[in-house]
T-cell receptor
Framework: EADIYQTPRYLVIGTGKKITLECSQTMGHDKMYWYQQDPGMELHLIHYSYGVNSTEKGDLSSESTVSRIRTEHFPLTLESARPSHTSQYLC?????????????FGQGTRLTVV | GQQLNQSPQSMFIQEGEDVSMNCTSSSIFNTWLWYKQDPGEGPVLLIALYKAGELTSNGRLTAQFGITRKDSFLNISASIPSDVGIYFCAGRRTSGSRLTFGEGTQLTVNP
């Protein structure tokens, strides 16, 4: 079982609020990712990190920002939430090197902005 | 960016039937992964494939890494209601590259 955790699981918040979605992993993985997914739809990579102090934007443009100060922690922040940010946000991690490079996912945070 | 073509997009089957789905790419991949996602949850890794031609089973699930390295297949035998969910393929072109995901196959199993 993967040791990657996301909090909160569900969040309903008003427009204009600042929010931070937490993601932590205890596997010592260097690479971490944030995906955005609408219900029943494909995953879109919005941010990724190859290690501490490394962050890159993904394939889908996002108004969110991320930070990687510690290997195990990769929080995602929205400075001013809008209804268009309503979605499921999935965090994942994987090894940077090595023969087996599976990615493991957290349970997700379902965000609703009203 | 690079995309994987996953098919079918959705399947409606009767309990006990076998299921097949596949992913194809115009590029060569050196890793293929298959995930299952239940509603409201994150994807869970089912099978990982690392060599062309590799055939790997996990219970009633069998996946194959295509010989051309541009495709992969997932089969589910004797489906049961708890197989319901979205199945995603994912591929990695090189060891250090990011995963590319397919669009998903929504599986519905009628009892």
């Amino acid at each position: 079982e993967a040791d990657i955790y996301q909090t909160p699981r569900y969040l309903v918040i008003g427009t204009g609020k600042k929010i931070t979605l937490e993601c932590s992993q205890t596997m010592g993985h260097d690479k971490m990712y944030w995906y955005q997914q609408d219900p029943g739809m494909e995953l879109h990579l919005i941010h990724y990190s190859y290690g501490v102090n490394s962050t890159e934007k993904g394939d889908l443009s996002s108004e969110s920002t991320v930070s990687r100060i510690r290997t195990e922690h990769f929080p995602l922040t929205l400075e001013s939430a809008r209804p268009s940010h309503t979605s499921q946000y999935l965090c994942a991690s994987s090894d940077l090197y090595g023969g087996n490079t599976e990615a493991f996912f957290g349970q997700g945070t379902r965000l609703t902005v009203v | 960016g690079q995309q994987l073509n996953q098919s079918p997009q959705s399947m409606f089957i009767q309990e006990g039937e076998d299921v097949s789905m596949n992913c194809t790419s115009s590029s060569i991949f050196n890793t293929w992964l298959w995930y299952k996602q239940d509603p409201g949850e994150g994807p869970v890794l089912l099978i990982a494939l690392y060599k062309a031609g590799e055939l790997t089973s996990n219970g009633r699930l069998t996946a194959q890494f295509g010989i051309t390295r541009k495709d992969s297949f997932l089969n589910i035998s004797a489906s049961i209601p708890s197989d319901v969910g979205i199945y995603f393929c994912a591929g990695r072109r090189t060891s250090g590259s990011r995963l590319t995901f397919g669009e998903g196959t929504q599986l519905t199993v009628n009892p």
